[in-house]
């Protein structure tokens, strides 16, 4: 099977700090991969770097063949690449459907017209969200405001969706909806890499885990492996000579 | 189309025929302030047609105002007058692209500093010109426009702006620059060339305040660099767009007429005291009405129910 995302030698630096340090992995198609490690150890930079908020400065990163390194997140985008935001960003002056129409519209749908705006009602329905369309996401809970930002995601009809700590501070029982809601994107065939803390959602959603520390990658494979990794307990954990 | 929207249109036609017979009712006092009104009206609903929904502040407006002025005094004798329009037309669009690239990508602060040097920039090159190579600061615009016909084509503007900052806020490029104005990295990640939008829409708001500009040189028939490029346009412009309101496409005129018509009587009883007067006005708007008269509006309708 072809890797969807093919990553190679990807390095960051931040003035003294180098942020991503010659990282390399793949994401095969149909995969839900955790990218895990303690914090500061540079996964959200990956995400930004392969999004394009951020350039590498230096490494390739592959998408469906496309070299999409340094590229323009709008490019990115619209090759089927989507993410959310670790900090919710709806658009605030825009009305949730608005917020999704944004994605149809410049996305790889490019779609408008009453057309788009009922494809903005079905993804709004199915994060269940279907009851606050012409709501500005202000008045939505936190919760509310991540759902939205999913849906506006999903509209880029993306192959890949990275997420950034998408189940975060949720109470049990949305935890377990969104893992539900998670596990059947994966089923409609969407790729997903998601950085994430909470480990229930790590063992029940990954079928494969990276585990970063100080920018590099220090241990891949199934959940429960790398969860039991000496080294992966040491980044977490530190040294037993320290505890 | 609702049906509010094909009222609004019935109205808007109805107001521009009457607004098209004032020349034949007023005076020339009358007429001047009306050229005044009509020509601000441009200026301000172009001016929020970029800056509103992007959130740039723009004070470049008199930059654009004077090439157009300047374009209409150097070609209005040798020139039929469409190919002057024309003319001044193309030199905003070029201006206004290689401006927009370049800068559109500076942020808040930085672009309002910026805009405001590039007016100053274009006065500077302009006085720079006259003096080193034509050897003379001013210049005489003589032609046989007649106010009334200043007033209408400044009418047709009017309408033109009205009509395409419509289309844009019910097309793609509406959707885009709002997501720009509320996020621009959320704008980048929802596919939006965030570049490209910006600077079309800058470009087609300048096209606006160039051709008033050309437009109502006539008007002076004398102009000079200070004259045609004076900052003050530009900082009234704001202000008028600012009372108004720039979130609605209407918001900005219901600005325009009030000032304009207050800076009349403050130029005619307090000359000297003018520019404070101005200031004054300025501050007393974005404390007491941030949202402009449009968003009092709004507020107001809203709110009893």
């Not at chain 2, 200031?279 to 709110?303: N, S």
């Amino acid at each position: 099977m072809s890797a969807l995302l093919e990553v190679a030698g990807l390095s960051r630096r931040f003035g003294g700090l180098l942020a991503v340090d010659a990282l390399g992995f793949s994401v095969a198609a149909g995969e839900i991969v955790g990218l895990l490690g303690p914090n500061g150890s540079g996964k959200t930079t990956v995400l930004n770097l392969l999004s394009g908020v951020l350039r590498p400065d230096s490494g390739t990163v592959a998408f469906r063949g496309h070299a999409i390194a340094g590229r323009p997140a709008h490019r990115i985008a619209r090759l089927g690449m989507a993410r959310t935001f670790q900090l919710v960003r709806p658009l605030a002056s825009l009305t949730c459907r608005d917020n999704v129409l944004t994605g149809l519209a410049f996305g790889r749908r490019n779609a408008w017209g009453a057309a788009a705006r009922a494809d903005a009602d079905v993804l709004l329905d199915r994060v269940g969200l279907g009851r606050a369309r012409d709501t500005l996401p202000g008045e939505l809970t936190y919760i509310d405001q991540k759902r939205l930002e999913l849906a506006r995601a999903l509209a880029l009809d993306p192959e890949l969706l990275l997420l950034d700590e998408w189940l975060a501070g949720l109470n049990p029982t949305e935890l377990e909806e969104g893992i539900g809601l998670i596990q059947s994107l994966s089923g409609q065939g969407i790729t997903i890499l998601l950085v994430e803390h909470v480990m229930d959602a790590i063992r029940s959603l990954c079928h494969r885990c990276l585990v970063m520390n100080t920018g590099r990658l220090i241990a891949s494979g199934l959940p429960a492996e790398v969860l039991a990794d000496p080294e992966v307990i040491r980044a977490y954990l530190g040294d037993d000579a320290d505890a | 189309m609702s049906g509010r929207e094909m009222l609004g249109i019935a109205l808007a036609a109805v107001a521009v025929a009457v607004l098209a017979c004032v020349p034949l009712m007023l005076g020339d006092y009358g007429l001047s302030l009306a050229i005044n009104i009509v020509s601000y009206t441009v200026l301000a609903t172009a001016w929020s047609l970029f800056s509103g929904p992007t959130r740039y502040v723009s004070l470049a407006t008199v930059a654009f105002f004077g090439i157009g002025a300047y374009t209409t005094a150097v070609f209005v004798e040798s020139l039929a007058w469409p190919l002057v329009l024309l003319i001044a037309t193309g030199v905003s669009v070029v201006v206004a692209a290689i401006v927009g690239l370049a800068t559109l990508r500076l942020s808040g602060v930085y672009f309002v500093i910026f805009s405001f040097g590039l007016a100053e920039l274009v006065r500077q090159l302009v006085t720079w010109f006259e003096v080193n190579k034509t050897r003379t600061l001013g210049r005489y615009v003589f032609t046989d426009i007649t106010a009334a016909q200043i007033y209408w084509q400044l009418l047709a503007l009017a309408v033109l702006v009205f009509a395409i900052g419509f289309w844009i806020g019910r097309s793609r490029l509406g959707l885009a620059l709002r997501a720009i104005g509320d996020d621009e990295t959320v704008a980048r990640h929802s596919g939006i060339d965030t570049t490209r939008a910006k600077v079309a829409l800058f470009v087609l708001s300048t096209v606006f305040m160039t051709l008033a500009g050309a437009i109502m040189a006539p008007r002076w028939t004398y102009i000079d660099p200070a004259i045609a490029f004076n900052p003050v346009i530009s900082f009234t412009v704001l202000i008028m767009a600012l009372l108004g309101g720039v979130h609605r496409l209407y918001g900005p005129v219901l600005g325009v007429v009030p000032l304009a018509l207050l800076f009349e009587y403050l130029l005619a009883s307090f000359p000297n005291h003018f520019s404070i007067m101005v200031g004054l006005v300025f501050i007393v708007i974005v404390y007491l009405i941030p949202r402009g008269i449009a968003g009092l509006v709004e507020g107001a309708v809203r709110k009893p129910a």
